[in-house]
């Protein structure tokens, strides 16, 4: 009795001491669907945890929209992650003000000398670094090359605006559904918008905007914006019922062939098959992809693109160990394995000529040679005003708000913040 | 007279003695939960309706009442309170009539009255979120409902949840569906709860079944038709989990409730002190209809 006491009361005692003395826990709190990107990051986690005695990564997942609403009250309590995802721009720009954030500009300052340097400057807040980026994207034109052939659209013929105009009335005229877009959800239909403000205004047009130069966001550009996405949506380029679709339900169209083209970001190639009726969706080699037509007498180039960039921020209370695994994270081994498996296109040079999917490569390809790359409008604005972009631009283009009464609705909510 | 005096006083010391140690005792954790859980909360939610606030941080910038003047006049808030309206109007008067017509079906012992008293009670059972989702799918113009119909007649398709004009009906339509079971439940209960020798009485004197109805088993089931009303509008105003999954106050924000307005607008866009106010005009008008509603009607009960 006595012997089993003492043994209960020994391992009672181990358990209580061992894990206390062993783990700093780095926790991770990402958002990611993509079961490919996520395999990948469990694996650096693992192998990390294997090399590192004493320190353990765990990577939680929240879904995207809980995680935007809870992440304030989280970084407030002691529950906060050690590393988060983020999509940098006006969100970041707030947790920073609000002094969650850690300054890692001395830290990281060696993995970083390995990037995009693009996607290492979205993560800096006045020249200081509180985020490394993992991944880069390009929001463009996917289409089917058995609906263009059918309706006798080339795709290498669409260059300005009005050549798209005209594949989208020839799609029409031989009973194909040009554009499959998740309006129902709003941010799909802002992709339209912020392309035609950064085609027709350059790449200042958004940020004269913020800075109230004619106007703000009532200037010109915005407004011609808005005209020309009302002149694309009266040809009834959509699928019926578009106002209410979600852009998985959309991805799902797209894959089924119902629908020509889906402006969207990377992330359409790995969503298109699991929403499509058969499960299957398009065979990669039917899906073509094309930039965003340039806008005549516009002052953005061709080779402009729109995309987002995410990373990790770490939080003020994180253990250096979170700053390490971060680095290790960053190490071009895990990118390379990344664009090869991940379904992802990874920041550190290089790292592209590992990617396999040809349609990643042409994006990875034009990300290379970008000559401006702009974040998601929505992300950049922050969620106060990016979600009125959002609103206006599904007005807009269902004819419900004029162009110029969009542009004052954006600088209200601008004034307001 | 001392004696007199003593014996006249004790009764009270000790009654009042008990009085204070059951109010020592069981007052404080009471007050405590409610002070923390219930009253902080919202004199907090009260406080931050001042601030323009994104969440972060402690609120500094303080604005005064401009978070409730932004409300005044604003069409989503308007069209959002005319939603909650709506479905009210559509609980009093459709819902509750109906409920009441089939708790008078299936209250009796009639076989099978169970079985229908269960598949009724079904929907309500179901986590709104869940019914939001199959509704959702349910009114897809391509393979829901409204796609038989139209495939039937050789129409176009039509997706209601993308009308502007119709799309809150389906809403109602989710709402009737989903609650008529429980106000059924109360009323079958109430039904149950009535002396059936009343009835008979009144049939022998040569009562009619509307009269039956109408003089006895209405006033009789009073009550439960007052509470029924009560939760009715209660639930009405704070309706929230069916419409994120089934509308997401789409198309063109004309499907909103007050509270799910609450969360678009302030939550998600992070303007917590303008979500904070729009919560207090929530509770303003709940706490008054309560209030008023159980000093006018359920004074009784």
Redesign the interface.
């Given at each position: 009795m006595k012997l089993r006491h003492l043994a209960f009361f020994t391992v009672g005692l181990a358990a209580l001491i061992v894990p206390a003395l062993a783990d700093t826990t780095v926790t991770v709190l990402h958002v990611s669907d993509n079961p490919d990107q996520k395999a990948v990051w469990e694996k650096i986690a693992n192998d990390y945890n294997a090399t590192h005695k004493g320190v353990k990564v765990e990577l939680k997942y929240l879904e995207n929209e809980a995680f935007k609403a809870k992440l304030p009250t989280m970084l407030q309590s002691s529950d906060r992650p050690d590393l988060f995802y983020s999509w940098s721009g006006g969100v970041m720009h707030a947790q920073d003000k609000a002094g969650f954030l850690k300054d890692i500009t001395a830290d990281v300052a060696s993995v970083e000398s390995e990037m995009s340097p693009t996607a290492v400057d979205a993560f800096k807040v006045d020249g200081k670094v509180v985020g490394v980026p993992f991944e880069v994207g390009e929001v463009a034109f996917y289409y089917n090359k058995k609906l263009f052939e059918k309706a006798g659209v080339k795709a290498e013929d669409i260059k300005s605006w009005d050549d798209f105009l005209d594949a989208v009335k020839k799609l029409k005229a031989a009973g194909v559904t040009p554009i499959s877009v998740g309006a129902g959800e709003k941010w799909p239909m802002h992709f339209y918008y912020s392309y035609l403000v950064i085609r027709i205004g350059g790449e200042h047009a958004l940020a004269d905007a913020k800075a109230g130069k004619d106007g703000g966001f009532k200037n010109a550009t915005f407004v011609e914006a808005g005209k020309r996405l009302r002149e694309l949506a009266a040809l009834e380029p959509f699928q019926p019922g578009y106002l209410s679709t979600s852009h998985t339900q959309s991805s799902g169209i797209f894959g089924d062939g119902k629908a020509a083209m889906d402006l969207m970001g990377q992330w359409l190639l790995q969503m298109q098959g699991p929403n499509s009726a058969s499960g299957k969706g398009l065979p990669e080699e039917d899906i073509g992809i094309l930039s965003f037509p340039i806008v005549p007498g516009g002052k953005g180039k061709a080779t402009d693109t729109l995309g987002g960039v995410n990373g990790w921020l770490v939080t003020k209370t994180a253990p250096p160990e979170a700053v390490d695994f971060l680095k290790f994270f960053s190490q071009p081994k895990y990118a390379q394995e990344a664009a090869a498996h991940g379904g992802y296109i990874p920041v550190v040079k290089g790292s592209e000529a590992y990617i396999t999917d040809p349609l990643v490569k042409r994006l990875a390809d034009d990300l290379a040679k970008t000559t401006y790359h702009q974040n998601f409008f929505d992300q950049d604005l922050g969620p106060s005003v990016g979600r009125v972009i959002n609103d206006v631009s599904v007005s807009v283009a269902a004819g419900e708000m004029t162009p110029e009464a969009a542009a004052a609705a954006i600088q209200d909510a601008f004034d307001q913040q | 007279m001392p004696t007199v005096e003593a014996t006249y006083v004790e009764p009270v010391r000790r009654m009042s003695a008990n009085g204070w140690a059951t109010l020592v005792i069981f007052l404080p954790p009471a007050l405590l939960l409610f002070t923390v859980f219930v009253a902080l909360p919202m004199a907090e939610a009260a406080w931050y309706g001042f601030y323009?606030w994104?969440?972060?941080?402690r609120p500094e910038k303080f604005i005064g009442l401009k978070n409730y003047g932004?409300l005044i006049g604003n069409a989503t808030f308007t069209r959002s309170l005319i939603n909650n309206g709506l479905i009210i109007v559509v609980s009093l008067l459709v819902q509750l009539p109906l409920a009441l017509g089939v708790a008078m079906m299936v209250a009796g012992r009639i076989a099978g009255a169970a079985v229908f008293r269960m598949i009724f009670f079904l929907p309500y059972v179901l986590a709104d979120v869940a019914a939001g989702l199959i509704w959702r799918f349910m009114f897809?113009?391509?393979y829901g409902l409204p796609s038989v119909i139209t495939g039937a007649l050789g129409l176009?398709?039509y997706?209601l949840?993308?009308d502007?004009n119709w799309?809150f009906s389906a809403v109602l339509i989710v709402v009737l569906w989903k609650y008529f079971g429980f106000h059924m439940m109360l009323y079958v209960a109430g039904l149950q709860g009535i002396d059936k020798s009343l009835l008979e009485a009144a049939e022998m004197d040569g009562a009619t079944a509307f009269q039956r109805f109408r003089h006895i088993t209405l006033p009789l089931l009073g009550p439960m038709i007052r509470l029924s009303v009560f939760f009715s509008v209660v639930g009405a105003l704070q309706l929230f989990d069916i419409i994120v999954p089934l509308?997401?106050g789409?198309?063109?924000?004309t499907t909103n409730t007050m509270v799910s307005y609450l969360y678009?607008f302030g939550?998600?866009?992070?303007?917590?002190g303008f979500g904070s106010a729009v919560g207090v005009v929530l509770f303003l008008i709940c706490v008054t209809f309560a209030f008023g509603y159980r000093r006018l009607f359920m004074r009784d009960d």
């Open positions: - | 323009n994104d969440g972060y941080n932004y897809d113009g391509g176009a398709p997706y949840l993308a502007k799309a509308t997401g789409g198309p063109f924000e678009y939550i998600t866009r992070m303007r917590v």
